[in-house]
């Protein structure tokens, strides 16, 4: 393969290569026996694994004419390579120095850096190349290309781009990377940064002055995360995206919510006095209904806000609520991304002008089996989002977890190799280089429709929380961050330093920012809020738990029940059925006729068939739900010619309908069921259905379960309409498939333990009306149908 790209390059341009080259392909293209090659076999092998010109293809930087030393008379193109896939290993990447990862996972250096390995001497320093760097001369000497190759591959921001095979994409990275105006720097724009990055440490000190012991799990350290999404958002909305759904654990929530989402500060620091709301008054309302909300603390509660940009454009930011388990809300807020994106249209546009972010902790990115199962999503249909923005703060520590504990690969980040996605790594106290990694991932997003990795690292000022004392277990780390300067203090002196501003120009920015903190502060006194405040989104009209809901009538006119069970045996004229499913679909038309031994799924069917026509959407996902754990369902035909598929339920042409989407999903629980969790969050009125494989597979997702389908009412006002399917049954298939453990399910329960059954009429609808949900056991198609 290293033969074949020499000789794809002498093709190209015979002077590129040692003239040795050009005796040795002439006989090979002549057909006579070609002379030994040029170097030895050893020289070559070494070559082949060293060099990148395997990807020479990706046309990338080259070097024209003869290169003094060089093995093959490439060096400087291995030379230039080198950097562009392995420079992210020497960048300068850790604020504290340590680059602790390259010294369990990569102790050997990057040799190939040096120009001495391609054959180079320190003779050769001064002499000229030509070269193609964008913006800059295209002749330089050797010292300058390696001082340019040190500035783009090897500075503030590693990149990670060659794993990719589409060598497009590697083109499109590569001229934006080179590009001298890559990281911002006017005057202009480092101002704007810096007062971003105020805005964002000034918060997270005020907290710390206010309220020092006090849980917020504050992103001191990693405030340059904030500030580069912040960034990334802007330039997104300035490329057509209208909504931003974000997902993100704990560290740095708050100031997410306040300085991106739009949260007001106000209401943020009444939360902290817990003046927002009057507790005598939650609890009158508790004795009067009945019920109350349990609420959560203010690290996990999520908000909508419609937020303008510069230049006007308004977006709508919101970001989910959350538990405490990492990473779980990861497909639920893709779930309501596609959701949304369903519901706009559908199209590509909209797949593009709806974005979902998802942050992430080093740790937890590197350990936790979900995400590998959300980035197996990306690409499946009716599960792509068009692509996700994944940020990871990593702060290089999980708890008290070191980083040669939490993982077994150099990076945090390399999950994302394995899905092809460009990587890039940023230094937390370069808040410019950030923003230009950021903003390069946000037009990837909407040039591409596909993930991007952004691994801020960064350090983690004080314990996992404010409360506690890192120095029991890592004592020498925090020794070294408690005399390092925060990254607004590092920013203003490069500033100042630069020319860019003088330090009484910055000092005014901060004093100005931190008096909008005092001013929100004596306000917060007088702040009265509503619950409904930190509610993603709201069902409107939809009753609480306390209201007395309407009955709805679930019988059907029988002649359309009839129309609708002929169209679901139908195929189109020409579609190739299986036998099998003919014989199937007469006797399904001869029970509905005759009205007796509708079997589930004729009974399952006819039900969404009704729905569907009268205007509600309807979904099912699960592993193998088209055709059925049990081969019952068989609601998407199958050509047995040509593998064509059709949906009946989908082109019911009985009038006008809404869509109906049956979709196998990856083999995943955990996953899927919190993706269609997100899903139903969009709209009341549709039926969103995941189906397990066999019911007792619904504890792999058993996260889901308890932490948000269960109590997401309870905790956050976040109400859901999903339906869980479990099937099961005694047909020998052992005792596990025996039983979805339904007894799990009753127990989860929220029935008031003080509510003693009676025989009054309305007891038992009530009694449905205030449970946090409703467990049924089906025991007849009938039952199934209404």
């Not at 602790?100 to 320190?122: C, M, Q, S």
Request: a negative charge; glycine letters at 10%; charged letters at 20%.
């Amino acid at each position: 393969m290293y033969l074949e790209s020499l000789y794809t390059q002498w093709k190209s341009n015979p002077a590129s290569l040692d003239t040795t080259w050009t005796a040795y392909f002439e006989a090979v293209e002549a057909g006579k026996p070609p002379a030994a090659p040029p170097v030895s076999g050893g020289a070559l092998r070494k070559a082949a694994m060293d060099s990148t010109l395997v990807r020479a293809s990706a046309q990338g930087l080259t070097g024209v004419g003869h290169v003094p030393g060089g093995v093959t008379g490439g060096g400087l193109q291995n030379l230039i390579r080198a950097y562009q896939m392995r420079g992210h290993e020497a960048a300068d990447l850790d604020p504290l120095g340590l680059h602790e990862w390259r010294a369990i996972f990569n102790k050997e250096g990057v040799p190939e850096l040096d120009p001495r390995y391609h054959g180079f001497t320190d003779a050769d320093m001064e002499k000229t190349f030509d070269v193609e760097f964008p913006g800059m001369a295209k002749s330089m000497t050797l010292r300058e290309i390696v001082s340019t190759l040190q500035r783009t591959y090897a500075n503030k921001v590693g990149v990670e781009y060659f794993h990719i095979q589409d060598l497009k994409k590697v083109e499109w990275i590569r001229a934006r990377v080179e590009d001298p105006a890559f990281v911002p720097s006017s005057k202009e724009r480092l101002v704007e940064i810096y007062r971003s990055l105020c805005q964002v440490d000034t918060f997270e000190s005020f907290l710390g002055t206010k309220y020092k012991t006090t849980k917020r799990f504050g992103c001191d350290g990693g405030e340059a995360a904030v500030v580069g999404i912040d960034a990334a958002i802007a330039k997104a909305v300035g490329l057509g995206v209208t909504d931003v759904i974000i997902g993100m654990p704990h560290r740095g929530r708050l100031n997410m919510l306040t300085n991106v989402v739009g949260k007001s500060m106000v209401q943020m620091f009444a939360e902290f006095k817990g003046t927002h709301y009057s507790f005598d008054e939650l609890m009158d309302v508790m004795d009067s209904q009945d019920w109350a909300f349990a609420g959560d603390v203010k690290y996990h509660l999520g908000t909508s806000n419609p937020r303008e940009f510069p230049g006007g454009k308004v977006a709508n930011m919101t970001l989910e609520a959350n538990p405490s388990h990492l990473e779980t809300v990861n497909t639920v807020t893709l779930g309501r991304t596609r959701a949304k994106q369903f519901y706009a249209g559908n199209t590509e546009e909209q797949k593009k002008a709806i974005m979902p972010v998802l942050f992430h902790g080093d740790a937890s990115f590197a350990g936790q089996g979900v995400c590998y199962e959300t980035m197996q999503l990306a690409q499946v249909q009716e599960f792509g989002t068009g692509g996700t923005f994944h940020v990871i703060i990593n702060n290089q520590i999980g708890f008290t977890t070191d980083p040669i504990d939490d993982r077994s690969t150099m990076y945090c980040s390399d999950l994302g190799k394995a899905f092809g996605l460009p990587i890039f790594h940023c230094n937390g106290d370069d808040p410019a280089s950030v923003v230009a990694a950021f903003e390069l991932a946000a037009e990837w997003r909407q040039a591409w429709g596909q993930d991007v990795i952004i691994d801020v690292i960064c350090y983690r000022r004080y314990g996992h929380n404010e409360s506690l004392n890192p120095d029991y277990t890592q004592p020498q780390l925090y020794k070294q961050i408690g005399t390092h300067p925060r990254a607004q203090g590092i920013f203003a002196q490069r500033l100042v330093e630069a020319g860019v501003a003088s330090q009484a120009e910055l000092d005014s920015i901060r004093a100005g920012i931190w008096a909008k903190h005092e001013e929100a502060f004596v306000a917060s006194d007088s702040y009265q809020g509503t619950a409904m405040e930190w509610v993603a989104t709201k069902w409107e009209g939809f009753a609480k738990p306390t209201d007395e809901a309407s009955s709805t009538p679930t019988a059907v006119d029988l002649e359309l029940l009839k129309q609708i069970g002929i169209k679901l045996s139908e195929a189109p004229s020409g579609f190739n059925l299986h036998s099998g499913l003919k014989r199937q679909f007469k006797k399904k038309r001869e029970d509905l006729d005759a009205g007796e031994a509708i079997d589930w799924a004729a009974a399952e069917g006819l039900a969404w068939g009704t729905l569907l026509l009268e205007g509600n959407h309807v979904r099912i996902t699960g592993q193998d739900v088209q055709s059925g754990t049990f081969a019952h369902r068989h609601c998407v035909f199958t050509d047995q010619k040509n593998g064509e598929k059709y949906c009946a339920l989908d082109n019911l042409n009985l009038g006008k309908q809404e869509r109906f989407i049956a979709r196998n999903s990856i083999l995943a629980e955990y996953a899927v069921l919190g993706f269609e969790l997100g899903y139903s969050y969009e709209n009341p009125h549709a039926l969103l259905i995941w189906e397990a494989q066999f019911g007792d597979f619904a504890n792999t997702a058993q996260v889901m379960i308890d932490q948000f389908i269960s109590a997401g009412e309870h905790k956050w006002l976040q109400q859901s309409g999903i339906v869980m399917l479990l099937p099961h049954g005694y047909e020998g298939q052992g005792a596990e498939h025996s039983s979805c453990r339904i007894e799990r399910f009753l127990q989860l329960c929220d029935d008031d333990e003080d509510d003693i059954p009676s025989f009054e009429k309305d007891f038992g609808r009530n009694q449905i009306q205030k449970s946090n949900w409703q467990v049924v056991n089906v025991t007849t198609p009938a039952n199934v149908f209404h």
